[in-house]
Structures are given as structure tokens and as C-alpha cells.
């Protein structure tokens, strides 16, 4: 039993977080929320050139052939840097999902992915939110040699950096997932303006959408390419952000804690203080493990793989919810203010607590399946 | 990261699941449940702990030549694990086992080890805790029972307090000022005290739950050899601090807190509530699935530390979270429990309405007094921002 790094997943760590100090720094997060889709093709080059954006896709098709856990890991360090927010919609689910795609599909998007030269995202939810097989409204219909795609999707993230959609639509009984090319006719992207500056959401409207036969991504060897499966990395990706966004958070709470002074002493000597941000470490060490158990299931064991996610990501969004308030409390004035770095982890806290499952929904689930035995169907 | 068993340990695991699927005394299960208070109990838990002990599963990771089996961290996990499943109780000896014992496993001369480690396996000796004074509570270091070097022994005298099993324990380990000039963590030695010894003087005192579960302990020229002095002369502090971290350990430990939610699980899946099994209420279930993420990562935290052992990185800080974590968590559990009981949650076992032997108004008082008990909940969170995060004193 070994519940540890090992030390390649420790470098990767540090290799991460050192490339997002030096390349991810508050001041550039700034400068790109003021542009255009949030995207910035030189850093997006940076970290092609580390190979991240192929962690998880197989070496056959030129990408590290790593796991959930070295995601989760890197994720975290996202997180910290509240670095912008299309690596896990990309590298993460639509690199999964694409794994079990035909081959042909596979062969001409997978190495692309893994070198950055093309970036994908999930288009997963539709207006009533409902995150399950109920949610999925929109229609497939099977034509000559393909199908014609019908639906409005939302909370898509950076759907217009994004060379192609994976996106769940109905299909007679089933919910296969239907890979679009963001070129094809009849696609409408809108954005959907949101708190969060470090992440662009999207609504996209699939207006008769043909794609080829093989574009239908049917659940087979792997879990990942159904709705329910990409929801639950969805959810893992967020957890391991949240645990970096809290854990910043907290450590510029104390270095600020230690350098401002009221009543001739370091505010960080006051109790109330103190206490606060012990609070704040002992949740965020105790969420660590519920992240990385929950990413090593994924990789090891993902038909067993939901309960541990759902604890994950309820706990996380609690944590980095609650964590976020109480820094900005410990930073007083100051913190309220545009000016200071830190709201903009303040709204990424807020966002994640939505994204993919709500920490009621997850709570939910973890009772259902994990006391209760209840299997929840992969649509 | 690995957490499958190997073969070896899933064969460990079956045989100790067997063992103890024949062997755990139904009338202790779950238990201690009520306080020791009652010496037929005290004699059954007793034997309770020489069984398991026969079967070779207390304190396994101790040397042979103390009694244990130089077991790894991993294979007393395993025990630990199946121990909770078959809701075994407790063990009596637990500060014996967890608290004094590893403490003179690092810090007691050889003849210290040879005479004092067996008998706290077998539940022949009991021990208590002499830390805390009227005077000295979270300001532990401040203590002022007086012990002074006289030839070959030490004459002590003062007052101890809220020491849990003093009633029928055999030995003390203790903390006394040998020099009182000194600052005031340097005058402070460790010593282990017969609790037969003339001048002692043990006074039960009754705790919220009803039961006498700690005592003051008065010493009045008691004698202590010299040889039971543990570490250096004036140097206790470092000694005691040893033995508080092992307890902070024991106070948090994931296996009790699986205990008292698998209990919670049972008594939600069959108890009522506003006409339906509480387990089918919302807000119940939002609840359970909080709890039941902290107790998984209190679990998976163990491992994370157990690991960290293997490899001698040991986070500084680690006990004082598990300790803050775990009796906290404790606590808020059995006040759950109390919001199913409704109406019946005050009821005690003497009632013969009370549901489940009346034990979570118990178990609720109790846990609130591990909170306070081995440095309070507010202690550990200092200890935590000053040393952990490096927040100024003051
Ligand atoms: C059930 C139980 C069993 C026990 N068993 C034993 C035993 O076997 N042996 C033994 O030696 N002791 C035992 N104790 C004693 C226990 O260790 C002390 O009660 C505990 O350390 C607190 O000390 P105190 O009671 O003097 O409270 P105080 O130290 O007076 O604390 C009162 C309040 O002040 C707070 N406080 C104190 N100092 C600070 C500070 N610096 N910062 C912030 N808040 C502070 C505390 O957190 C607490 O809320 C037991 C206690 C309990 C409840």
C-alpha cells in the first residue's frame, strides 16, 4: 500500500508550478481577462511545448500516456496560478473521451491535441441543467452516411478558441457523444458573460449539423466518452483547481497577514486570525486526499471510480467557497477591491462550486451510490 | 500510488476477519459505550485485550523482544481496519498501548522497556496520564507537582486532575517539576508511578455523562525510584511531548470515527422520521454525504500519513490536524445521530425506551470531551498557524 508521489509526479508538480510563477503571474491573469476570448496563443505555446496539453493522451498518438492522477496534479497548479481555465475541458476530457473514438477520428485529432496545435472542448449542458440523461435534449438523426445534429448547449467553455465540440445529443434510445468541428455549418457561438474573468463560458447553437458516421462516439471499451463519464472528470478536473485556488488563497493570506499591522502588531498575531486560517489549511489538507484517491480511481479502477469523485468535488467547492470568503475577510478593504489579485480566485471559487455538479448534487450521489448500492446508469 | 492489498495482506485481512468475526464479545461491541466504572466490565475488557492480544493483534509494530512483532505500518492498518468492521470494542489499555508505550519505545532505558512494555499488551497493567494540574491545563508546561531527588528516589508531592482511569489504573506516567528555577519547560522530568505507592491518594470525579471516568490524584511524599525516571533529569518536556503527539494521534484516529458513521449509517437506514427511514430525508442525506466525504478523508489522510512514515518525511503538524479533524468530526456525528433520535435523544440506557442502549446522548457528551481532553480544539488551531503556517506569537 503506498499512498504517495511517485517522484516523476512530484517533478511534474514542481515543474508546474514554476513555469505558472513565472509565466501565470497575477498581472498577466489581469491582462488576459481584458482580451478577447481569454486566450493568449503565447502562453498556450509555453505549455504545448511542455507536452501537458498530451499528459493523457496515449504515446501512440504522440501525447506522455499519463494518467488522471498527473491531470489532477497539474490541475491543481492551475488552480494556484487561477491559470486560464481551457486546459481541462481540452486535455483532460475531450483527450479521454477522443480515446475511444474511431480509429480514423483518433489518428487525426489526437496527436494534433497532444502537440496544441488543436484545442477541444465539451459542450455538455443544456438550459434546464439537469445533469443527467434528462438533461439531454437536443437531437441526432441518422442520415446517408452520417447524422444531423439539433440543440443549444451552454456553459461551454471557450467554445471559440476551440477547434471542436464534443457534445451528447439523443439518438433513438441512446445519448452517444457526436464530435463537431467548431467549422461546420450551421454551428452559432454567443458568449455568455460571467464573474469568472479567468474562464469563458459559451452558449452554442448546432442548427443542422451534419458530421460523417464516424464523428458518433459510441460507450465502449472506455467510460469516458458517455455524458455521465465526462461529468465526472469534469468534476475531478474542478476538485483538483479548487484545491490549488483554496491553498493560494490561503497563502497570500498569511504572508499578508504577517506584513500588515494594526494596533502596532502584525495582524496575523491576532487569534481570530490565526485560527481562521488554521481552519482554512486543516480543510484544504483534508480535501488533498479525497482529490488524489478520487483521480487513482479514474486511472485504475473507473467504474468504481463516481462515489470517490463525488466526495472530491462536494468537499472541494465547500472548501474553496468558504476559503475564499475568509481570505478576502483577512485581507480587510483591500480585498474587496479590484486592484488586489484576489477576486479573481474569489470568482473562479464560485464558479467551480457550479461547475459540473453542485456540492449538493455530488453529496447526493454519495449517498445514493456509496450507502445505498444505487448504480447511476451511464446514459 | 498503490492501495490494493498484496496477496500476503489480503490473506492477513481473512484470517483476521475470522478470528474476529468468532471472537468479539457481543456485550462490548461497539463499546467502551459506558465508562469503566463498573469492575465487571473493567475485568471483561480486560479479557477482552489479553484474547486479542493472544491472537497476536495488539500493537503489533512493537519489537519482539517487548512483546510485539515488529509488524509494518501496513499490517497494522489491515488489523485496524477489520478490528472496525467487526465493531470491536476499544482497548482498555489504550493508553498503555498507544500513549506510554511507544513513548518508552523511543525514550526508556533498556530495563524501562523490559519491565514495563509486556504487561501493557497483556492488560495486566493499566495506565493513566498525570499531565494536567488544577493549575495547568492548555498552559500544560506551568505544572508545579514538586518532585525532589532524595538519594535514590524522588519524593513527590502536589495534585493532578481530570486523569481518565486513575480508578483502577496501575501505573502513572507523570510530569513533575524537579527544578524549580529553571524556565519553565526546562525544570520538568517524566516520571512512571506505581499507582499502589503510599501517599497516593485517588479521588473519583463525576463527568457530564454520570460516569466517575477521571479522578483528582493527590501525592503526598510519594517514592519514586530514580530508575523510573524516563529520559534525562529536567529534560520531561521533550518526553512528554513525544507522548502527547501519540495521543493526538490516538484522539483523531479514522478507525473510531468509521465506527461511530457506520453506526449512524445503521441507525439512519432504520429509524423514522417525519414518516419515512431517515435515510430517504433530503436534508438528512445532504448530511450523511458531507460526513461521509470527511470521514473517507480522514481514512485516506491515515494512509497518506502512514505512507509518509515509510518514508521517515513525517509532516510536523500532522497530529494536531488529525487530532482537531477527528474529534471534531466525532462530535458532529453523534449530533446527528441526536437529530434522528428526536424525542428519545435524551433517553439513557437505563430507559427501556431508548434506542440503540441510549447511546448517542452518550457518545455525544463523550465526544465532546475529546474535543477539550489531549489540548483543546483552540490549542491545536494555534499550534497549527504558529508552527504549521508561521503566523507571529503573541
Ligand atoms: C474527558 C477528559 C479526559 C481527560 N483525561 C486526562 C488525563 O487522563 N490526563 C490528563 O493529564 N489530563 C486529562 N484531561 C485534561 C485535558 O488535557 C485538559 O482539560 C485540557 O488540556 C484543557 O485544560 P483545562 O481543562 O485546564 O482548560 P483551560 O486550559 O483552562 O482552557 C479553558 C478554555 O480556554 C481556552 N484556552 C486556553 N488557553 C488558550 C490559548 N492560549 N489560546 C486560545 N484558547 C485558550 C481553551 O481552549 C478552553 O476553551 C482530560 C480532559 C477531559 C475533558
Given at each position: 500500500m503506498d499512498f504517495s508521489l511517485t517522484e516523476e509526479q512530484e517533478l511534474l508538480r514542481r515543474t508546474a508550478r514554476e513555469f505558472l510563477a513565472a509565466e501565470c503571474p497575477p498581472a498577466f491573469v489581469r491582462r488576459l481577462a481584458s482580451?478577447?476570448?481569454?486566450?493568449s496563443s503565447s502562453f498556450h505555446r509555453g505549455i504545448s511545448a511542455l507536452g501537458w496539453p498530451g499528459l493523457v493522451v496515449p504515446e501512440a498518438y504522440?501525447?506522455?500516456?499519463?494518467g488522471f492522477l498527473e491531470a489532477a496534479l497539474l490541475l491543481e497548479e492551475f488552480g494556484r496560478a487561477a491559470a486560464p481555465g481551457y486546459f481541462a475541458p481540452s486535455y483532460v476530457l475531450a483527450a479521454a473521451a477522443l480515446r475511444s473514438a474511431s480509429p480514423r477520428l483518433a489518428r487525426s485529432w489526437l496527436p494534433r491535441l497532444a502537440t496544441g496545435e488543436a484545442i477541444g472542448t465539451v459542450a455538455l449542458f443544456e438550459?434546464?441543467?439537469?445533469?443527467?440523461?434528462?438533461?439531454?435534449t437536443g437531437r441526432a438523426r441518422r442520415t446517408r452516411g452520417g447524422f444531423v445534429l439539433r440543440g443549444k448547449k451552454l456553459f461551454v467553455p471557450y467554445a471559440r478558441v476551440a477547434d471542436f465540440f464534443l457534445a451528447p445529443f439523443r439518438l433513438g434510445s441512446g445519448i452517444p457523444l457526436f464530435f463537431v468541428p467548431k467549422?461546420?455549418?450551421?454551428i452559432r457561438i454567443e458568449e455568455l458573460?460571467?464573474?469568472?474573468?479567468t474562464r469563458r463560458l459559451y452558449e452554442v447553437h448546432f442548427h443542422d449539423v451534419r458530421v460523417p458516421e464516424e464523428h458518433a462516439l459510441f460507450?465502449?471499451?472506455?467510460?469516458?466518452?458517455?455524458f455521465d463519464g465526462l461529468l465526472l472528470l469534469g468534476a475531478l478536473a474542478v476538485s483538483a483547481d479548487s484545491l490549488g485556488g483554496a491553498e493560494s488563497m490561503l497563502e497570500r493570506s498569511v504572508e499578508y497577514s504577517k506584513v500588515r499591522q494594526q494596533f502596532g502588531r502584525p495582524?496575523?498575531?491576532?487569534q481570530a486570525l490565526k485560527h481562521m486560517a488554521a481552519e482554512m489549511w486543516v480543510e484544504i489538507e483534508f480535501s488533498r486526499p479525497l482529490v488524489w484517491y478520487a483521480a487513482h480511481l479514474c486511472d485504475t479502477q473507473p467504474r468504481r471510480a463516481s462515489v470517490a469523485v463525488s466526495m472530491a468535488k462536494a468537499r472541494t467547492s465547500e472548501v474553496f467557497s468558504s476559503v475564499a470568503d475568509r481570505a478576502v475577510q483577512m485581507h480587510g478593504?483591500?480585498?474587496?477591491?479590484?486592484?488586489?489579485?484576489?477576486h479573481f480566485w474569489y470568482k473562479r471559487a464560485m464558479a467551480n462550486r457550479a461547475a459540473y455538479g453542485d456540492p449538493a448534487f455530488h453529496r447526493e450521489r454519495v449517498v445514493s451510490?456509496?450507502?445505498?448500492?444505487r448504480r447511476h446508469a451511464s446514459p | 500510488m498503490d492501495l490494493r492489498d498484496s496477496p500476503e495482506e489480503r490473506a492477513l485481512r481473512k484470517k483476521v476477519r475470522a478470528w474476529l468475526r468468532r471472537n468479539v464479545p457481543r456485550e462490548l461491541r461497539d463499546g467502551p459505550?459506558?465508562?469503566?466504572?463498573?469492575p465487571a466490565r473493567i475485568e471483561a475488557a480486560k479479557r477482552w485485550q489479553r484474547k486479542l492480544y493472544e491472537a497476536g493483534?495488539?500493537?503489533?509494530?512493537?519489537p519482539r523482544e517487548y512483546?510485539?512483532?515488529?509488524?509494518d505500518l501496513r499490517t497494522q492498518t489491515i488489523v485496524n481496519e477489520e478490528l472496525v468492521r467487526a465493531r470491536a470494542p476499544s482497548l482498555i489499555g489504550m493508553m498503555g498501548i498507544q500513549m506510554v508505550g511507544p513513548t518508552l519505545i523511543q525514550w526508556g532505558t533498556e530495563e524501562q522497556k523490559r519491565r514495563f512494555l509486556p504487561p501493557i499488551l497483556t492488560a495486566e497493567e493499566i495506565w493513566c496520564q498525570g499531565y494536567s494540574e488544577p493549575g495547568a491545563?492548555?498552559?500544560?508546561?506551568?505544572?508545579?507537582t514538586r518532585a525532589e531527588l532524595v538519594g535514590d528516589e524522588f519524593v513527590v508531592n502536589g495534585q493532578k486532575i481530570w486523569t481518565s482511569n486513575a480508578q483502577f489504573a496501575d501505573w502513572m506516567f507523570c510530569l513533575v517539576r524537579t527544578?524549580?528555577?529553571?524556565?519553565k519547560h526546562r525544570g520538568i522530568s517524566y516520571l512512571l508511578v506505581?499507582?499502589?505507592?503510599?501517599?497516593i491518594t485517588v479521588r473519583p470525579l463525576v463527568q457530564m455523562t454520570g460516569d466517575a471516568g477521571f479522578n483528582e490524584v493527590f501525592f503526598e511524599d510519594v517514592r519514586v525510584p530514580r530508575?523510573?525516571?524516563?529520559?534525562?533529569l529536567h529534560d520531561g518536556w521533550r518526553v512528554a511531548n513525544s507522548t502527547l503527539l501519540h495521543e493526538r494521534n490516538m484522539l483523531g484516529s479514522a478507525t473510531r470515527t468509521r465506527q461511530l458513521f457506520d453506526r449512524l449509517c445503521r441507525l439512519a437506514r432504520t429509524r423514522e422520521r417525519n414518516g419515512r427511514k431517515?435515510?430517504?430525508d433530503p436534508f438528512v442525506r445532504q448530511r450523511l454525504g458531507d460526513l461521509f466525504a470527511r470521514v473517507e478523508a480522514l481514512r485516506l489522510d491515515s494512509y497518506r500519513q502512514l505512507s509518509e512514515a515509510v518514508r521517515g518525511s513525517?509532516?510536523?503538524?500532522a497530529a494536531s490536524m488529525t487530532k482537531l479533524v477527528g474529534t471534531e468530526l466525532n462530535h458532529e456525528i453523534c449530533a446527528l445521530a441526536l437529530e434522528l433520535l428526536?424525542?428519545?435523544?435524551?433517553?439513557?440506557?437505563?430507559?427501556?425506551?431508548?434506542?440503540?442502549?441510549?447511546?448517542w446522548a452518550w457518545e455525544f457528551q463523550f465526544t465532546l470531551g475529546m474535543i477539550i481532553g489531549g489540548g483543546t480544539s483552540q490549542i491545536q488551531k494555534n499550534i497549527l498557524a504558529e508552527r504549521g503556517l508561521g503566523m507571529p506569537r503573541g
Open positions: 482580451e478577447e476570448d481569454g486566450f504522440g501525447g506522455q500516456g499519463l438550459e434546464s441543467e439537469l445533469l443527467d440523461a434528462r438533461g439531454v467549422e461546420t455549418p450551421g458573460s460571467s464573474y469568472d474573468l460507450p465502449k471499451a472506455s467510460p469516458w466518452s458517455t495582524i496575523g498575531s491576532f478593504g483591500i480585498g474587496f477591491t479590484w486592484e488586489h489579485d484576489l451510490e456509496g450507502l445505498e448500492g | 459505550g459506558a465508562e469503566y466504572g463498573d493483534y495488539v500493537a503489533m509494530g512493537w512483546g510485539g512483532q515488529g509488524a491545563g492548555s498552559d500544560l508546561a506551568s505544572l508545579q527544578d524549580p528555577e529553571a524556565p506505581d499507582m499502589k505507592s503510599p501517599g530508575k523510573n525516571l524516563v529520559g534525562e431517515a435515510i430517504e513525517t509532516r510536523p503538524t428526536g424525542s428519545y435523544a435524551p433517553l439513557t440506557r437505563r430507559s427501556r425506551r431508548a434506542i440503540d442502549r441510549g447511546i
